[in-house]
């Protein structure tokens, strides 16, 4: 099972909701990996919705393209990273009209970034459909060096960029499309506890 | 919410203005234009935002609201400009019967409920005939930081063009005019199809004209929060009723052509308000007891809040008893 609920916490923190058709005349849909199964669970709401459907698609290893494939999307792309896909989402985006739903599922990282990049498109973020699936490791950015490290699984964790140990908090910078991480033993350095698995 | 302190209790604050000039446009809009008494400049305002004129009509205190029409930078006058009403209340009649200029009067500071959200790509104005007030500042604003924005203004016909004549010639690209005896509709579909990603919709008019705005955008896809509206309600004559006022000790009876906002200020009692058009929810009074049925005329209280709390400035209620906390 792809799905899993996230402890309430404080109010900073992203909730996710479970996508649903909605009228529109286009229909952008952003997802990587687990996300796959929550755009398929949509298209079993209406089917219809597809002809008029562009699924932008980073599979990180999941092997549902094909059935992604199979659903018949007016454009279908698949990609090796945001990053990867980045330039064709900011094509669509700058060509969009109002009308356009918008559909991010599958990590945080990917609904994170892709939500901001629709914000600057000039779309609310309220009207931004969102579900999470897949992997609950997260984006962080390290507050001390800026440095952006995708895919934390552990709290704490070593800055990518910097090496300083980061503790993980649910502190959100929407515009950043990252959770901060703070120094957890600056006041005591090496004195470092355990890593966790997020949610273990 | 900012954090910065609020120097002055917008609304209630009051400016003391002479009427500088009064402009007839044409046969039921007429503008007019305000200095301060005290030589001091007016503060800018955002456009969208409206001030309450009081109006002392005979010893009958009125109070309306009005938006501010003037350029926002222009801190030297303030303009309205009030359609007059013969089937209203008599605020809008007495401004165009009785005021003249050098009149000395009280206008509120400004408060914005109508603002222009600056994050959009695109602004997209709707008027409805005298809907395009606050419009008119806008497109000031919006011209000085070279804003993206096109006008669809609809009128009943060329002699009832309020600014039509101005706004088509400063701005021919920009202003669609149509005219109600021409058959000539704003083609709504057509207009929201289309429109880059990050447009917003600002809609001023008939209630008619606003509900449709919006349930055809949602129709069409388009997020709610992207189609800003702006409808004063004038509170609406009713049957008399008594009212029991638990905090000022007081029972009162509000009269069958004031509202019970109207009713509590002529008894002395201070009661909050900003637009008077149950629209902000600044006068939202709880209701204490209650034998009878409520006449809830506000946009603001949800369904399940209405009975447990009551807007005064439009709102009404028809039966035994009502003791409200005020």
């Not at chain 1, 992604?68 to 060509?95: D, H, M, N, T, W």
């Given at each position: 099972?792809?799905?899993?609920?996230?402890?309430?916490?404080?109010?900073?923190?992203?909730?996710?909701?479970?996508?649903?058709?909605?009228?529109?005349?286009?229909?952008?849909?952003?997802?990587?990996?687990?996300?796959?199964?929550?755009?398929?669970?949509?298209?079993?709401?209406?089917?219809?919705?597809?002809?008029?459907?562009?699924?932008?698609?980073?599979?990180?290893?999941?092997?549902?393209?094909?059935?992604?494939?199979?659903?018949?999307?007016?454009?279908?792309?698949?990609?090796?990273?945001?990053?990867?896909?980045?330039?064709?989402?900011?094509?669509?985006?700058?060509?969009?009209?109002?009308?356009?739903?918008?559909?991010?599922?599958?990590?945080?990282?990917?609904?994170?970034?892709?939500?901001?990049?629709?914000?600057?498109?000039?779309?609310?973020?309220?009207?931004?459909?969102?579900?999470?699936?897949?992997?609950?490791?997260?984006?962080?950015?390290?507050?001390?060096?800026?440095?952006?490290?995708?895919?934390?699984?552990?709290?704490?964790?070593?800055?990518?960029?910097?090496?300083?140990?980061?503790?993980?908090?649910?502190?959100?910078?929407?515009?950043?499309?990252?959770?901060?991480?703070?120094?957890?033993?600056?006041?005591?350095?090496?004195?470092?506890?355990?890593?966790?698995?997020l949610y273990k | 919410m900012s954090a910065a302190p609020q120097k002055v209790k917008a609304g209630a604050e009051?400016?003391?203005?002479?009427?500088?000039?009064?402009?007839?446009?044409?046969?039921?809009?007429?503008?007019?234009?305000?200095?301060?008494?005290?030589?001091?400049?007016?503060?800018?305002?955002?456009?969208?935002?409206?001030?309450?004129?009081?109006?002392?009509?005979?010893?009958?205190?009125?109070?309306?609201?009005?938006?501010?029409?003037?350029?926002?930078?222009?801190?030297?006058?303030?303009?309205?400009?009030?359609?007059?009403?013969?089937?209203?209340?008599?605020?809008?009649?007495?401004?165009?019967?009785?005021?003249?200029?050098?009149?000395?009067?009280?206008?509120?500071?400004?408060?914005?409920?109508?603002?222009?959200?600056?994050?959009?790509?695109?602004?997209?104005?709707?008027?409805?005939?005298?809907?395009?007030?606050?419009?008119?500042?806008?497109?000031?604003?919006?011209?000085?930081?070279?804003?993206?924005?096109?006008?669809?203004?609809?009128?009943?016909?060329?002699?009832?063009?309020?600014?039509?004549?101005?706004?088509?010639?400063?701005?021919?690209?920009?202003?669609?005019?149509?005219?109600?005896?021409?058959?000539?509709?704003?083609?709504?579909?057509?207009?929201?199809?289309?429109?880059?990603?990050?447009?917003?919709?600002?809609?001023?008019?008939?209630?008619?004209?606003?509900?449709?705005?919006?349930?055809?955008?949602?129709?069409?896809?388009?997020?709610?929060?992207?189609?800003?509206?702006?409808?004063?309600?004038?509170?609406?004559?009713?049957?008399?009723?008594?009212?029991?006022?638990?905090?000022?000790?007081?029972?009162?009876?509000?009269?069958?052509?004031?509202?019970?906002?109207?009713?509590?200020?002529?008894?002395?009692?201070?009661?909050?308000?900003?637009?008077?058009?149950?629209?902000?929810?600044?006068?939202?009074?709880?209701?204490?007891?209650?034998?009878?049925?409520?006449?809830?005329?506000?946009?603001?209280?949800?369904?399940?809040?209405?009975?447990?709390?009551?807007?005064?400035?439009?709102?009404?209620?028809?039966?035994?008893?009502?003791?409200?906390?005020?």
């Amino acid at each position: 099972m792809s799905k899993f609920q996230f402890p309430e916490s404080i109010q900073s923190r992203p909730v996710y909701g479970t996508l649903e058709p909605r009228p529109g005349k286009y229909h952008l849909i952003i997802a990587d990996a687990e996300g796959a199964e929550a755009i398929l669970d949509l298209s079993e709401q209406d089917a219809t919705l597809m002809a008029n459907a562009h699924i932008i698609y980073i599979p990180k290893g999941s092997k549902l393209g094909d059935r992604l494939k199979a659903l018949r999307p007016a454009q279908y792309y698949e990609g090796p990273s945001y990053q990867a896909a980045a330039s064709r989402i900011e094509r669509v985006l700058a060509s969009a009209h109002m009308g356009t739903q918008i559909y991010l599922t599958g990590t945080e990282g990917l609904i994170g970034q892709a939500m901001r990049d629709c914000i600057n498109a000039g779309l609310p973020h309220t009207a931004i459909q969102t579900e999470h699936r897949g992997s609950v490791a997260r984006r962080m950015q390290c507050v001390h060096c800026k440095g952006i490290t995708e895919d934390v699984i552990t709290d704490p964790f070593e800055c990518s960029h910097c090496g300083l140990n980061l503790f993980v908090r649910d502190h959100y910078s929407r515009r950043l499309a990252a959770f901060q991480g703070v120094c957890i033993d600056a006041e005591d350095p090496g004195n470092v506890p355990e890593k966790v698995e997020l949610y273990k | 919410m900012s954090a910065a302190p609020q120097k002055v209790k917008a609304g209630a604050e009051k400016i003391d203005v002479t009427v500088s000039a009064v402009v007839q446009l044409n046969e039921l809009v007429t503008r007019f234009e305000f200095k301060r008494r005290d030589g001091k400049r007016f503060p800018t305002f955002s456009a969208g935002a409206h001030t309450v004129v009081y109006m002392n009509d005979g010893g009958t205190q009125r109070l309306n609201p009005y938006s501010l029409m003037s350029d926002p930078a222009d801190t030297e006058t303030y303009a309205i400009s009030v359609r007059r009403d013969d089937q209203g209340r008599g605020g809008s009649l007495f401004m165009h019967n009785n005021v003249k200029v050098g009149d000395k009067m009280e206008i509120t500071y400004p408060v914005n409920l109508f603002s222009l959200d600056l994050r959009a790509k695109k602004h997209v104005f709707l008027a409805g005939g005298i809907g395009i007030t606050p419009f008119m500042a806008m497109i000031a604003q919006l011209e000085r930081s070279n804003g993206h924005w096109e006008l669809h203004y609809s009128v009943r016909t060329k002699a009832l063009g309020t600014y039509v004549d101005q706004l088509t010639t400063t701005h021919p690209n920009k202003v669609n005019i149509y005219y109600d005896d021409q058959s000539q509709t704003i083609d709504l579909g057509k207009l929201l199809d289309g429109q880059p990603l990050g447009t917003k919709v600002y809609v001023c008019g008939p209630k008619g004209m606003i509900e449709w705005v919006h349930k055809s955008a949602a129709a069409a896809g388009w997020p709610d929060t992207s189609i800003h509206s702006e409808e004063f309600t004038a509170p609406q004559p009713g049957k008399a009723f008594e009212v029991r006022l638990c905090k000022s000790n007081k029972t009162i009876t509000v009269g069958e052509n004031e509202s019970l906002l109207e009713a509590m200020e002529r008894e002395g009692v201070d009661a909050p308000f900003l637009c008077r058009g149950g629209a902000c929810g600044q006068c939202e009074t709880d209701v204490i007891k209650s034998d009878g049925e409520f006449i809830h005329r506000d946009h603001w209280l949800e369904p399940e809040e209405q009975g447990k709390k009551i807007m005064p400035c439009v709102s009404r209620f028809i039966g035994n008893s009502l003791e409200i906390d005020r």
